[in-house]
Nanobody, 118 residues
Framework: QVKVVESGGGLVQAGGSLRLSCAAT????????VGWFRQAPGKERDFVSS????????VYADSVKGRFIISRDNAKNTVYLQMNSLKPEDTAVYYC???????????WGQGTQVAVSS
């Protein structure tokens, strides 16, 4: 069973940057596609970005394309989300998960809160 723990969120002004981390315990993340998702207050949880097991392919939601960069370090069993040029509409709780066929797998972690002030 892979358990994920998200970290790195915080409060930042518009235009600022944050780097989120998704660390795994229990089993390795290195063989899985991993995705980041976010849920703003009162909204559905939405896809943000994903990366294949070897980092060879990445996908981004249109809303973050050109501003966010997903990466991974399999030696550290960690996936990152570098978020640049943050906007107030990026405010949400961010979650990571294994992804299979575009669908998140396993239990959600506690997430990490990102708040962007205008």
């Amino acid at each position: 069973q892979v358990k994920v723990v998200e970290s790195g969120g915080g409060l930042v002004q518009a235009g600022g940057s944050l780097r989120l981390s998704c660390a795994a315990t229990g089993r390795t993340l290195s063989v899985y596609t991993v995705g980041w998702f976010r849920q703003a207050p009162g909204k559905e949880r939405d896809f943000v970005s994903s990366i294949t097991w070897n980092g060879g392919s990445t996908v981004y939601a249109d809303s973050v394309k050109g501003r966010f960069i997903i990466s991974r370090d399999n030696a550290k069993n960690t996936v990152y989300l570098q978020m640049n040029s943050l906007k107030p509409e990026d405010t949400a709780v961010y979650y990571c998960a294994r992804v299979l066929g575009g669908t998140p797998q396993g239990d959600w972690g506690q997430g990490t809160q990102v708040a962007v002030s205008s």
